[in-house]
């Protein structure tokens, strides 16, 4: 069974940059289409950054041109890089596969856009 462990989130300013990483277990991780996703307080969770498995990407209007996405097959591994971030992206960010989250979804981290 893939687990999934996020990381990378805390507190920063508006403007600032944090960048997020997400530990994939499990062989297949390199032939699927990954995703980052967030859920905002009273929203509904979205898909806000897609990468292929060969590295491919493709992002939300509301990230574009601010957010990274990125793969190591190697090391298991998707990152989430967050510039010029402002108080509508505070969320709870979760990565899976994308567009359809097939597994098991892990706890997340808090990114929180505050001054």
């Known amino acids: 069974q893939v687990q999934l462990v996020e990381s990378g989130g805390g507190l920063v300013q508006p403007g600032g940059s944090l960048r997020l990483s997400c530990a994939a277990s499990?062989?297949?991780?390199?032939?699927?289409?990954m995703g980052w996703y967030r859920q905002a307080p009273g929203k509904q969770r979205e898909l806000v950054a897609g990468?292929?498995?060969?590295?491919?990407?493709n992002y939300a209007d509301s990230v574009k041109g601010r957010f990274t996405i990125s793969r190591d097959n190697a090391k298991n591994t998707v990152y989430l890089e967050m510039n010029s971030l402002n108080a509508d992206d505070t969320a709870v960010y979760y990565c899976n596969s994308a567009p359809m989250a097939i597994y098991k979804w892990g706890q997340g981290t808090q990114v929180t856009v505050s001054s």
């Open positions: 499990g062989s297949i991780f390199s032939n699927v289409r």
């Open positions: 990468i292929t498995s060969g590295g491919r990407t």
